[in-house]
């Protein structure tokens, strides 16, 4: 304790810093009123008045005399900033401040890491603050632990201190340096042994103590580094921070720095021969009594913060191991970015929302003198790392894009929201004041607020486990206006989390929260609370806990990435599913290159095997590792891993079988939010009832159910007829070849083949389904006329269609598409004759599905048609299907070509992949 601060802005407050500063050690007695500066001649025996900055004086203690009384000849008024502002340190070059956590002194080797980068960059004066090493805080705060609790083992976890800074010594210097280094380790653990000794026998430690003995490795750390930089010939001082650092606690395990008393104990410490290289310790200082103390946890990057500020830093640099803050926990959205710069209110709300930034308080000392704060990362040095610092330009480009405007997104979870509601709270005075004042009477932290003008409820969020607490202290204190009906309920909501979207130009920016919303709606998640400071630092959503990641993957895929990302699962890979696989693996790169779309196969599902990803099945193999890594099929396991084991928020299941059992699942599928993709005509062809739920489920909510591929395979024929309703056209009648197989067999059917024959050749070319008797039977068609009915409104069952069926009654009942296929041949007479008929008449034989709309019925049947007529222009597997509409009455509307097949087929479900990706965002 050397000098006495003199400075104050008022008389009464220099009377209390003064005998605050002193007492006991140095009793004095003070003047009832002070002189001008100009007549100062203070000198208090055994004091002589040094030179300062500052005031008209300051003393210093001679000696060892304690002054008899002091006559104070000035007091000005001085703010903390002056103080910082006029402080005598060395002037001319700036300095930087360099902050290494405990991560980076970790071992040996680190620290020499450390020292490198400390003399790799000659260029400017460096106060560098060090942490203890890793794991030694913890350990140390264990020693008292132990100690207290009359552990034994606290003298052998003193040893593992020793050994470990011992050991790590020994590696780093040689000498006398080593010698020096251990006797003054060996000399603190002897202290410590018998402070903890103290503290075993009181079975006690006091604050103090313990900050004491917990500072120890920020000593260790330092000294160690100090000598590694001396060694290589820089000269290098060593600063412990207890000597310079005065901070007051607040309470709650918060401290105040003292800046004007830090800074001229500073101002001190650099009359000595200081080098231009200084290693301070972190975390520790002292109280205003010379106690040490400690900044209490995580305190070595306040104390950086503080020290930039003290020494007006140039920039405060944080080494830690990750190359900056990303824009999103990087664990749980992978495609999390680093971002370049942030704005000190930013880098604030981003700790707030527990992001591993920097501790809000660290952010405020530089703050306050635009001092850049830079996060870097010590294992990559090429990393450019994130500046934290006064925002005012275009840093990020477009000025007015959302994507610069809303630069990160941060979760909290474990909160409950507790929604106090009535009709008696509106219009009522310190009703908010009543509740709150009843939360803050139970010790719980309000994390957010919201209440809607009408006032008729306020919603807040608590964490879980202090909502039992709220809500009972609520109730007991809303007893009689519950009890009175002025009060409707206190009601909780557990497993709830907050999604904070963070920055400072969403305030400038229109359009930020609905694009937010949006994100969050296309994925199908509910939002239960929202709120937005004036500030417009951040918008706050409260969502339940089991959608808080994927709601996290939406929002920043949608702002910050711009991407559409779609997590797919691909069930059948049959030749349809297999088929579009393949095209799925061609035109991915484009995709994501030209249109921002990355679409991510997670697994593939057949009826026996499926293979699941993390990140994506490498589709240039996936028939290998179907033999090499396949599991049991599940399709409950397939559905969920999928649509919540991935870095995706939007799931899409494409079902590429013909499987009504899956089809079964499409509704509860909708419902969770995962979008349905198909060409299976099972589900819309199947039982009405069923159809309608399903039908009413997606019209009501953001998820999508798509189908174009179920009739005509990949030509337009939903589309049209939607586009054709929505737009108020009214249909009177579809008419058609709508199969691509019934359709082949009878263009081909000439001269003298055979029925069977050309029946195994469309089973060949893929037009068939699975099992051909489906196309054969008429059921196929049926189906495809059952779809476009309902489509037009019609409310009809499979069974209210009249099929001419082409299946030969005796093989109506074969066991497999096989022995139907061995048999067939036998039945070649009867269609053989109808054709020939046919064509002595100059006609052709062509199998049709007809919707009629008038008369609410559907036919498919076998009809002959004139040789000049359209249909029997056809070749292939062409798809013809006439619309005759109010609007095109006179001439239909027809929709020709291909209407089966595995390209033409899987690019249809491929179209309605990409619909479906546009319809979440991506650029159509
Ligand atoms: N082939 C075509 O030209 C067209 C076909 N479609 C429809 O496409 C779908 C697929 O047809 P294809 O690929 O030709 O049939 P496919 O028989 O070649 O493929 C179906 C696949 O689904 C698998 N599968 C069956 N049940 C399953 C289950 N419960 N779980 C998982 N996998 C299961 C089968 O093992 C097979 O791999 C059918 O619904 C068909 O109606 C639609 C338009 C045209
Ligand atoms: N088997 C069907 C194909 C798809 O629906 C057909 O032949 O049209
Ligand atoms: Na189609």
């Known amino acids: 304790m050397g000098s006495l601060a003199l400075t104050c802005s008022s008389p009464s407050s220099f009377l209390r810093r003064v005998s605050r500063a002193n007492e006991p050690r140095f009793p004095i007695s003070l003047p009832s009123r002070c002189l001008p500066r100009s007549q100062c001649s203070c000198k208090p025996q055994g004091w ?382 310190g009703t908010a004041s009543a509740i709150f004042g009843t939360v803050k009477d139970v010790g719980a932290n309000v994390i957010m607020i919201s209440q809607a003008s009408s006032e008729h409820s306020v919603c807040f969020a608590v964490p879980e486990e202090e909502v039992k607490a709220v809500s009972d202290a609520l109730e007991s204190r809303f007893r009689q206006a519950l009890d009175a009906g002025r009060l409707s309920k206190v009601e909780v909501i557990h497993n709830c989390s907050i999604l904070a979207a963070v920055g400072q130009k969403m305030a400038s920016t229109p359009g930020v929260s609905a694009t937010l919303f949006d994100s969050l709606a296309k994925a199908n998640i509910n939002v239960r609370a929202i709120a937005q400071g004036c500030s417009e630092y951040n918008i706050t959503v409260v969502l339940k806990q089991e959608n808080c990641v994927r709601a996290l993957r939406a929002a920043h895929s949608r702002f910050y990435l711009s991407k559409t990302t779609l997590a797919m699962g691909i069930i059948g890979p049959g030749l349809i599913g297999s088929t579009l696989l393949d095209q799925l693996r061609d035109q991915a790169a484009v995709l994501k290159d030209k249109f921002n779309i990355d679409l991510r196969v997670m697994g593939i599902t057949g009826s026996r095997a499926m293979i699941l990803s993390e990140s994506g099945i490498d589709l240039t193999r996936w028939r290998e590792l179907q033999k090499e890594k396949a599991q049991a099929a599940d399709l409950e396991k397939f559905a969920q891993h999928v649509h919540e084991n991935h870095f995706f928020p939007n799931t899409v299941l494409v079902d590429c079988t013909s499987d009504s059992n899956v089809a079964n699942h499409y509704y509860d599928w909708l419902r969770k939010g995962i979008h349905v993709i198909t060409p299976n005509k099972k589900a819309n062809s199947g039982p009405l009832d069923r159809y309608l739920k399903l039908r009413t489920l997606q019209r009501k909510s953001y998820t999508h159910y798509f189908y174009e591929a179920t009739v005509g395979a990949g030509l337009p024929i939903i589309g049209t007829l939607q586009g054709l309703l929505e737009t108020g056209d009214k249909i009177l009648s579809i008419e058609g070849i709508f199969s691509g197989t019934l359709s082949y067999i009878f263009n081909n059917f000439k001269g003298t083949r055979t029925f069977s024959e050309v029946v195994a050749e469309a089973k060949a070319a893929g037009y068939t389904e699975p099992d051909p008797r489906d196309d054969l039977s008429g059921t196929d068609v049926a189906r495809k006329v059952i779809i476009l009915a309902r489509e037009s409104g019609l409310k009809l069952e499979l069974s209210d269609i009249q099929i001419a069926n082409l299946v030969p009654e005796p093989l109506r009942a074969s066991s497999s598409a096989a022995e139907f296929m061995n048999e067939l041949p036998n039945f070649d007479g009867d269609l053989s004759k109808q054709r020939d008929d046919a064509e002595a008449a100059g006609e052709v034989l062509r199998y049709v599905g007809v919707v009629d709309i008038a008369n609410e019925k559907g036919i498919v049947e076998l009809r002959r048609y004139s040789k000049d007529h359209p249909f029997a222009q056809l070749s292939g597997s062409d798809n013809i299907i006439s619309f005759t509409t109010m609007r095109y009455k006179d001439q239909p509307l027809i929709v020709r070509g291909p209407g089966a097949g595995a390209e033409v087929t899987a690019g249809g479900v491929f179209s309605d992949i990409l619909r479906l990706a546009s319809y979440l965002g991506a650029p159509s």
């Open 48 to 429: 002589s008045i040094s030179t300062s900055l500052r005031i008209g004086c300051s003393l210093e203690r001679a000696g060892n005399a304690t002054p008899k009384n002091l006559h104070v000849a000035s007091i000005a008024a001085v703010s903390p900033e002056e103080t910082i502002e006029n402080s005598s340190l060395p002037k001319g070059d700036m300095w930087s401040v360099h902050k290494f956590g405990g991560t980076c002194m970790g071992t040996a080797e680190r620290i020499q890491s450390v020292a490198d980068i400390v003399l790799g960059d000659p260029s400017e004066r460096k106060l560098v603050v060090v942490s203890a090493m890793s794991k030694v805080t913890d350990m140390m705060y264990n020693l008292v632990d132990r100690a207290q609790s009359r552990d034994d083992a606290y003298l052998s976890s003193l040893d593992g201190v020793y050994e470990k800074h011992m050991l790590t010594a020994k590696q780093l210097l040689e000498g006398d340096d080593l010698v020096r280094f251990l006797s003054q380790l060996h000399s603190d653990i002897s202290n410590l042994k018998a402070m903890l000794r103290a503290i075993y026998i009181a079975g006690h430690a006091t604050e103090s103590f313990s900050d004491f003995v917990v500072g120890h490795g920020e000593l260790w750390s330092a000294q160690m580094l100090s000598y590694v930089i001396r060694k290589s010939g820089r000269p290098c001082s060593w600063m412990d921070t207890r000597d310079v650092l005065i901070v007051k606690p607040t309470g709650a395990n918060q401290v105040d720095p003292d800046y004007f008393e830090s800074g001229k104990k500073l101002e001190k410490w650099f009359t000595g021969d200081i080098a231009d290289t200084i290693i301070a310790t972190g975390f520790i200082a002292s109280t205003p009594k010379n106690i040490p103390t400690t900044l209490k946890r995580d305190g070595s990057d306040f104390s950086a913060a503080i020290m930039g500020a003290l020494v007006k830093a140039r920039q405060v640099t944080i080494w830690t191991d990750v190359d900056g803050v990303y824009s999103a926990d990087p664990r749980k959205v992978s495609e999390a970015v680093i971002l370049r710069t942030l704005s000190y209110q930013e880098a604030w709300e981003m700790s707030y929302f527990g992001a591993n930034v920097l501790h809000p308080r660290t952010i405020i000392p530089v703050m306050k003198y635009n001092i850049p704060i830079l996060i870097r990362n010590v294992f990559n040095l090429s990393a450019p790392g994130t500046m934290i610092c006064q925002q005012t330009g275009n840093e990020n480009g477009d000025e007015n894009s959302l994507e610069s405007c809303v630069k990160a997104f941060a979760t909290i979870d474990n909160l409950a929201l507790v929604n106090v509601e009535g009709t008696g709270m509106a219009g009522v005075p």
